[in-house]
């Protein structure tokens, strides 16, 4: 079945054929999730794991001595496939990554396992492509919905509140160095402020920048976040990375209640103040911004040498955002919000 697998990479026509002969189909309920992909902005990985997206789950589900009774398709973008299997014994969640390097993610989850932090178990995980053509991820399914579905701005707030607190206790665990490990297990051995230039990279954000902006007022975004002393790191601590509602699972009743964070960014490692610079972008809604600090300083606020890094954090992360969301709305106030930014940064003390 492996050699099949194998061959989907370099003749997609001929691996369709190799997959249905390898596998004699146990659990119908999977067939719905073999589907063809047309979105334009799928890779052709994405395609072809999604139009055998069924055969897959049947592959990786056999080990597990489930059950299963059904299974949903859960998410799908340019970077991960999610699926939750249902069985008497428990759910799971499938993630796939046919692009994206989930390594990451999936030292981000053992790490904070190991330090009792609020994540999804972790059933199983592989980087390797020994059972299918891609890394892949097993969850035990934490029931709830993401607190970017809640519309009451009080239930917000608390649920932001108990993030916040969370996040703190993240950010004292240490990482190995700074960035994300490779499939491989190795760290980049590099500082700080290149890891972040490497993350901006990743979606031209500097290049957009120069557009939006302007070169000059771009080189003076520089001077003032990359190339400055005070954006060093020496110690690197564990980071979400693309914290916001949308990554943060809730419970409501009574009251709302934080089950877990998820879906780490791309950076795992670094500069606390990374995370708490985009839990406070302005893109956030404002009952989660106001909450999660309130949450992140009640072990102890924020010193004046750490509000102005953040303020440095802040411009990077709301570049970021830009070039990852490319938000009209967004785009038309960038100036102005990056403008006033510099302002507070060259004030006199």
């Keep these: 079945m492996s050699d099949g697998v194998m061959e989907q990479w370099s003749d997609g026509t001929r691996f369709a054929s190799t997959l249905h002969r390898s596998i004699v189909p146990s659990f119908p309920m999977f067939s719905h999730l073999n589907q063809p992909v047309v979105d334009p902005n799928f890779s052709d990985a994405v395609r072809r794991v999604v139009g055998h997206l069924g055969d897959y789950v049947e592959i990786l589900v056999r080990p597990l001595n489930l059950r299963p009774t059904g299974a949903t398709l859960l998410a799908i973008d340019a970077e991960r496939v999610e699926v939750r299997v ?32 609020p994540v999804a178990r972790l059933i199983r995980a592989d980087v390797s492509g020994s059972l299918a053509p891609f890394s892949y991820i097993i969850l035990a399914h934490i029931g709830g919905v993401p607190l970017a579905a809640i519309e009451d701005p009080t239930l917000i707030k608390v649920a932001a509140r108990a993030t916040g607190r969370a996040m703190r206790r993240i950010h004292q665990i240490p990482a190995p ?46 001077v003032h976040t990359l190339e400055h002393a005070d954006l060093a790191c020496v110690e690197p601590r564990m980071l979400h990375g693309a914290i916001g509602p949308q990554r943060v699972l809730v419970s409501t009743g009574e009251s709302i209640q934080l089950e877990i964070v998820t879906r780490p960014g791309t950076l795992i490692a670094g500069d606390p103040l990374l995370d708490v ?73």
């Excluded at 890891?195 to 975004?221: H, S």
């Design 86 to 117: 249902n069985s008497p014994s428990g759910n799971v969640v499938i993630v796939v990554g046919p692009d994206a390097d989930i390594a990451g993610e999936i030292f981000w989850i053992r790490r904070l396992t190991a330090n009792t932090m």
């Design 177 to 222: 160095a700074f960035g994300r490990p490779s499939p491989a297990e190795r760290w980049p051995l590099v500082g700080w402020q290149e890891i972040l230039r490497v993350w901006l990279a990743q979606r031209m954000t500097l290049q957009y920048a120069a557009d939006w902006l302007g070169p000059q007022v771009l080189a003076e975004v520089l």
């Design 277 to 349: 610079a985009q839990a406070l972008l302005p893109i956030q809604p404002p009952a989660f911004r106001q909450g999660f600090l309130e949450g992140y300083a009640s072990a102890g606020p924020l010193d004046p040498v750490q509000r102005q890094k953040l303020r440095r954090l802040g411009i990077l992360a709301l570049l970021e955002a830009a070039a990852h969301s490319q938000d009209p709305e967004l785009l038309a106030r960038l100036p102005t919000l990056v403008s006033a930014e510099l302002a507070l940064l060259t004030q006199p003390d």
